[in-house]
C-alpha cells in the first residue's frame, strides 16, 4: 500500500528557511506526480507545489519565487524547500499523490513565528 511520511517542520522565525521531505513507499515514486499541501487550523487545506513525473514544477502564487519543490526518484523523496517564511505559511503539510485514488501523508507542523 501507498504511504507518506513526512518530516522536517517545526519552528523558525520569520525569514526563516525549512526543507520538508516526504518519504513515499509501495508504490512506482517515478511514475508519480508529487504534491505539496497545507492546511491552518480553521482553514482548508490548499495546494501549495507540485512536480511531476518529468520533473516540472508549479507553485501556488503565495509561495512562488519562496518555494521550491523537488524529488529524488532513487530514493522515493519529495522535498520542500521553503525559503523567506512568513506567519501566514503556518499550517500543517502535507505530501500528496494520487492513481485511483488520493494518498496523504499525516502532516508535519510548520509554526513560523517570532
Known amino acids: 500500500q501507498v504511504q507518506l511520511v513526512e518530516s522536517g517542520g517545526g519552528l523558525v522565525q520569520p525569514g526563516g528557511s525549512l526543507r520538508l521531505s516526504c518519504a513515499a513507499s509501495?508504490?512506482?515514486?517515478?511514475?508519480?506526480?508529487m504534491g505539496w499541501y497545507r492546511q491552518a487550523p480553521g482553514k482548508q487545506r490548499e495546494w501549495v507545489a507540485q512536480?511531476?513525473?518529468?520533473?516540472?514544477?508549479n507553485y501556488a502564487d503565495s509561495v512562488k519565487g519562496r518555494f521550491t519543490i523537488s524529488r529524488d526518484n532513487e530514493n522515493n523523496l519529495v522535498y520542500l524547500k521553503m525559503n523567506g517564511l512568513r506567519p501566514e505559511d503556518t499550517a500543517v503539510y502535507y505530501c500528496?499523490?494520487?492513481?485511483?485514488?488520493?494518498?496523504w501523508g499525516q502532516g508535519t507542523q510548520v509554526t513560523v513565528s517570532s
Open positions: 509501495g508504490l512506482v515514486f517515478s511514475a508519480y506526480t
Open positions: 500528496r499523490t494520487q492513481d485511483n485514488r488520493v494518498y
Open positions: 512536480i511531476s513525473r518529468s520533473g516540472s514544477t
